[in-house]
């Protein structure tokens, strides 16, 4: 099993970037994905997540309307559109698989500063 983020990197306030992340060894259409990321010093929070299907999303209130969940089950990956960041934005972001089981990728930096 194997998550594999990419797509992090320094950004200045107020541009974008989109995060992927691919999957492989297990059966990614039936697993919900989400994205989390962790601060410096902070506990790692949700930021996104969609079910197996896609249908349903949910995200954290700081990333309402700026951030957008999508996958691609043909391609078995996950992205995070990120618009609009702030420099509060800033933390490792893992990418995260869940059925019964639990998988996680190594994290993807992404840092906002001027």
């Known amino acids: 099993v194997q998550l594999v983020e990419s797509g992090g990197g320094l950004v200045q306030p107020g541009g974008a970037l989109r995060l992927s992340c691919a999957a492989s060894?297990?059966?990614?259409?039936?697993?919900?994905m989400s994205w989390y990321r962790q601060a410096p010093g902070k506990e790692r929070e949700l930021v996104a997540h969609?079910?197996?299907?896609?249908?349903?999303?949910n995200y954290a209130d700081s990333v309402k309307g700026r951030f957008t969940i999508s996958r691609d089950n043909a391609k078995n990956t996950v992205y995070l559109q990120m618009n609009s960041l702030k420099p509060e934005d800033t933390a490792t972001y893992y990418c995260?698989?869940?059925?019964?089981?639990?998988?996680w990728g190594q994290g993807t930096q992404v840092t906002v500063s001027s």
């Open positions: 995260m698989a869940r059925l019964v089981d639990e998988y």
């Open positions: 969609m079910t197996g299907t896609g249908i349903i999303t």
């Open positions: 060894g297990f059966t990614f259409s039936v697993y919900d």
